[in-house]
């Protein structure tokens, strides 16, 4: 099967890729590369370096791919940029988006298959948040992945494709950026490998549900192929389970201390509440595994310890 990523230079796309890789199918990457990076992906895998805003240059790597599925992972994923400029979020997360749904249109693609967001879309939620909770996204980024996915429903009815929504809950694993504001764990391990003290913000009480990257990927994949009654279906995607941040600065830390040498990362630093953070978001999957069949598989032990094995080595 050929299938196309878009954002597949990224931290899941490029998992995504793997699992393809893995299942036998020839995966093809759409990425600006402007935060993913070529490193991501075996050199044998084709990459087109293409802007999603761009109509000609997507079509040309449409062509040349001629996808059957397509998974849509490319994104301006920044809340905050998304607040300062809901326009440029816009111009990606909405217009970017219709580009790719019509070429896969236009070169007969059976599916597309969508990275949603589960904490953008619920809000704050303490017990795991099924996908009947209603919608109340609160940044140009959750309106943008909530638009993204009613649009993917229209398309499914419209066109006659199968669409999947898949709403992550927090993702991490290898090659998440820590450059940016997300990804704590990927923060969280850099800084720890570096010697430097890691900030949590307010009382680092916040809730969050973990999901490894991989484990993410295997959703994708079995997104593909899984039968869809009605042509449209969001999908939670985490674990349900609650750790906060200061937990999860503890367990970053044990993984650290558990790698070979003698790492002791200084104690934490404490500072002022983010205004705007959730104090605890979470999903429920059931329906995925009714659907899908899918549930983790990796404990946050075992993950943050590959994540924090990745990191050393890239020095
Ligand atoms: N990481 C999480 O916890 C999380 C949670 C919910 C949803 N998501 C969604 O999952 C998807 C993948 O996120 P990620 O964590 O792998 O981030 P990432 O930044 O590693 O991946 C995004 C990829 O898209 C590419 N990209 C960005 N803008 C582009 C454009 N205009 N044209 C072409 N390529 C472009 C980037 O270069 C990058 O390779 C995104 O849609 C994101 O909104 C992620």
Redesign the pocket.
């Known amino acids: 099967m050929r299938v196309l990523i ?9 998992h995504i890729v793997d699992a393809c890789l893995a299942a036998g199918q020839e995966p093809f990457v ?8 070529p490193k ?1 992906l075996p050199s044998t895998v084709r990459l087109f370096q ?5 109509q000609a240059g997507l079509q040309r790597a449409f062509s040349e791919a001629r996808p059957e599925v397509v998974i ?6 920044s809340v905050s940029r998304s607040v300062r400029e809901p326009a440029f979020d816009a111009s ?2 909405v217009l ?1 988006l219709l580009n790719v749904f019509d070429q896969a249109v236009r070169v007969k693609a059976q599916r597309i298959v969508f ?6 879309l619920y809000g704050d939620v303490f017990t795991p948040a099924p996908e009947e909770t209603p919608a109340n996204p609160i940044s140009p ?1 959750g309106i943008s ?1 909530w638009v993204g996915e009613r649009y993917l429903e229209f398309y499914a009815r419209e066109f006659g494709l199968t669409g999947v929504a898949l ?6 694993g290898p ?3 820590p450059h ?1 504001e ?2 704590v764990v990927a923060i969280f391990c850099q800084r720890m490998l570096a010697g430097e003290s890691v900030r949590i913000n307010g009382d680092g009480k916040y809730d969050r549900d973990y999901v490894f ?1 991989p484990d993410v990927a295997r959703a994708n994949q079995l997104a593909l192929t899984a039968n869809i009654p009605g042509g449209f279906v969001a999908l939670n995607i985490g674990t349900g389970m609650a750790v906060d941040v200061n937990t999860l600065e503890g367990n970053v830390r044990a993984a650290i201390q558990a790698l070979p040498g003698d790492s002791n990362p200084p104690p934490p630093e404490y500072g002022p509440a983010r205004a705007g953070d959730l104090r605890s978001s979470l999903v429920d999957a059931s329906r995925a595994k009714n659907v899908l069949g899918w549930s983790p598989t990796v404990t946050l032990q075992e993950g943050l310890q590959r994540t924090a094995q990745w990191f050393a080595q890239q020095g």
Do not use: C
């Not at 990425?31 to 990076?37: C, E, I, K, V, Y």
């Not at 849509?72 to 994923?77: N, P």
């Not at 990275?115 to 953008?120: E, I, K, L, R, Y």
């Open positions: 878009t954002g597949g230079a990224g931290f899941i796309g490029s759409v990425d600006n590369l402007s935060s993913g990076s991501n293409v802007d999603i805003r761009d849509h992972q490319a994104a301006q994923m990606v997360n970017g990275a949603s967001s589960g904490g953008v980024y992945k709403r992550y809950a927090n993702v991490y090659r998440q950026n940016g997300a990804g990257g």
